[in-house]
């Protein structure tokens, strides 16, 4: 079956450090990945996502590219802020399945001033 | 609406107890997931419709789990004779196609604790 596996947290890290959350998947066929992140006491929000090999998702300052001879989907950002702190989640989604998501178990992130 | 919403934000409910959850999606997304996240942990799927029909009910936990839309819109998750282990958060989200790849936006999610 399709599986997610991140690394596990917290991530402590320093205002402007640079950030990375390996992520890698199995599954079936071609599956679109995504990145979600759940800021303190909010829902879960889309971050980035990429739906096919190659293929870079970027928003607010964070990369990740779909690496299919890996089966990797890390996430990068280069100069994080105090505000980045949250929880993050891998998810990958199979149109052929429905479009469900199968998420990782999230990494917390924290950045200290 | 302007997002998806989700009442109540918090239940308690006495193990055994019946209890209802509501989502009311984005207007007009055809999409309906509901998903369980236990503390600490990632979301795991419960189910979903595309408009009323429920196409994939696989992630129900037992026959204690029933989810309907009956009209298309509107999405009920009912738990019956709860557990302790059913004590999660329980997600909704939408999205506006199926088939496809859509992006699936999630509402603030319910809180269940059962004592």
């Known amino acids: 079956g399709n599986s997610v596996t991140q690394m596990e947290g917290p991530v402590t890290l320093s205002e402007e450090a640079f950030l990375t959350i390996n992520c890698t998947y199995t599954?079936?066929?071609?599956?679109?990945l995504f990145w979600y992140v759940q800021y303190p006491g909010e829902g879960l929000q889309l971050l980035l996502k990429?739906?096919?090999?190659?293929d870079k998702g970027s928003n607010k300052g964070f990369e990740a590219t779909y690496r299919k001879e890996t089966t990797s989907f890390h996430l990068e950002k280069g100069s994080v802020q105090v505000s980045d702190s949250a929880v993050y989640f891998c998810?990958?989604?199979?149109?052929?399945?429905?479009?469900?998501?199968?998420f990782g178990g999230g990494t917390r992130v924290l950045v200290k001033p | 609406g302007a997002g998806v919403s989700q009442s109540p934000r918090y239940k308690v409910a006495k193990r055994g107890q019946d209890v209802a959850l509501r989502c009311d999606p984005i207007?007009?997304?055809?999409?309906l997931f509901w998903y369980q996240q236990a503390l600490g942990q990632g979301p795991e799927f419960l189910t979903y419709?595309?408009?009323?029909?429920?196409?994939?009910k696989s992630g129900l936990p037992s026959d204690r789990f029933f989810a309907e839309r009956p009209e298309g819109s509107v999405s009920t998750l009912k738990i019956q004779r709860t557990q302790q282990e059913d004590s999660a958060v329980y997600l909704c989200?939408?999205?506006?196609?199926?088939?496809?790849?859509?992006?699936?936006?999630f509402g603030p999610g319910t809180r269940l604790t059962v004592l």
């Open positions: 989200a939408s999205s506006s196609m199926w088939g496809t790849e859509d992006t699936q936006y």
């Open positions: 599954a079936t066929g071609y599956p679109s």
């Open positions: 990429a739906t096919k090999a190659d």
């Open positions: 998810a990958l989604a199979r149109i052929a399945a429905g479009n469900k998501l199968t």
């Open positions: 207007s007009g997304h055809v999409s």
């Open positions: 419709f595309q408009n009323e029909a429920q196409l994939d």
